[in-house]
């Protein structure tokens, strides 16, 4: 079975650009998260999305959006690149929505802004 | 890959040797908890998880204690492999009111080295 599909695997972008990074969960899942992980510290979260619905929000700017499609694949787009935006962005996927689902992680897509 | 532990509290420990790695969580009202492995270039991979009306739980090789009182996690790793060097994450899900999501904190983390 193919785990938690995340692309591309690495991006390299210019300041004041846009980017999407696309998710596919695991089969059977129909919650996606996304966190970021910016190097030397832990993931942090930014949106969960469970049955095309935003779930929940982090602490990110509203240059971060994202969307859930029917097939419960997700795209996290980030406006107005800046250079703080450099990081992994990791995708996750549960089964359910609710509390106390543990996640799967994919391997992530290292963005980088110069 | 690239590293993710650059600046993280290091553990060192010898190839069979017993490694603890301890977790201070935030919140008093978080329920559930799962200690992640990530390796460099990898996402988090899933080792243990305990739900906060447990104490103890333990998996192959592992296992995770959970202290409510003073908010400390901690994993036992038993016979330490050079496979387990990596960066160990401790998450929290605190069920906050009147939501119903998914969202965890993460700890930021702890390498452990093994050596050979």
Not at chain 2, 3 to 29: F, K, M, R, W
């Amino acid at each position: 079975d193919a785990g938690v599909t995340q692309s591309p695997t690495h991006l390299i972008k210019t300041r004041g650009q846009q980017v999407t990074l696309r998710c596919s969960p695991i089969s059977g899942h129909k919650s996606v998260s996304w966190y970021q992980q910016v190097l030397g510290q832990g993931p942090q979260f930014i949106f969960q999305y469970y049955e095309k619905e935003e779930r929940g929000r982090g602490n990110f700017p509203d240059r971060f959006s994202a969307r859930q499609f029917p097939n419960y694949s997700s795209e996290l787009n980030v406006n107005a690149l800046l250079l703080g935006d450099s990081a992994l962005y990791l995708c996750a996927s549960s089964f359910g929505g609710g509390a106390n689902y543990g996640y799967t992680f994919g391997s992530g897509t290292r963005l980088t802004v110069v | 890959g690239e590293s993710v532990g650059l600046h993280l509290p290091t553990l060192s420990v010898q190839e069979g040797d017993n490694s603890i790695i301890n977790c201070a969580y935030s919140n008093s009202a978080s329920d559930y908890f799962i200690w992640y492995k990530q390796e460099s270039g990898k996402g988090p991979q899933f080792i243990i998880d305990i739900r906060s009306n447990m104490d103890k739980r333990q998996g192959q090789r592992v296992t995770v204690l959970l202290n409510k009182t003073v908010k400390h996690l901690s994993l036992q790793i038993a016979a330490t492999q050079p496979g387990d060097s990596a960066v160990y994450f401790c998450a929290e899900n605190m069920a906050e009111r009147g939501y119903n999501f998914n969202k965890f904190y993460f700890g930021s983390g702890t390498k452990l080295n093994v050596k050979p």
